[in-house]
């Protein structure tokens, strides 16, 4: 294979890489925002087991305050399971992704020394090397 196509493969990879990572940090981003929900409804749920200051808030809305929170947390982490197996996926195809680049890369690098090493060797033997060919034979 060419150098050149070599160079057209290893910018494809590069692409393919790039929207794998991007694919994976996106739902990297989307567990963290997740997990981060369920912290906040947690707080919520813990600070008002220990509050339980009834005086502001009747029983039963407080009550539906906890089911909410609770629901809310159970929403999030439902979410956040199903999102664990498509994450432990887009690592995997990163992983591939990264693979197939470094190896294309590899390649692109070898072929392309390669190529100086033929051009150098070329050069070597079409250089003429001994004494200058004399023009007084005359």
Not at 111 to 117: I, L, V
Request: charged share 35%.
């Amino acid at each position: 294979m060419k150098s050149d196509q070599l160079n057209k493969l290893v910018a494809l990879a590069d692409a393919q890489k790039a929207r794998d990572l991007a694919v994976l940090e996106s739902a990297l981003a989307e567990d963290r925002r997740l997990e981060q929900e369920i912290n906040e409804m947690s707080k919520i749920i813990a600070q008002d087991m220990t509050d339980g200051d009834f005086s502001e808030m009747p029983y039963s809305q407080f009550a539906l305050r906890l089911q909410w929170a609770d629901h809310r947390v159970s929403e999030a982490a439902v979410r956040r399971e199903a999102l664990s197996d498509k994450i432990r996926k887009l690592r995997s195809l990163a992983a591939i992704s990264l693979g197939k680049h470094s190896a294309l890369e590899k390649l692109s690098e070898r072929a392309e020394k390669q190529k100086r090493e033929f051009r150098e060797a070329r050069t070597d033997r079409e250089t003429p090397t001994g004494p200058p060919p004399r023009t007084d034979l005359g």
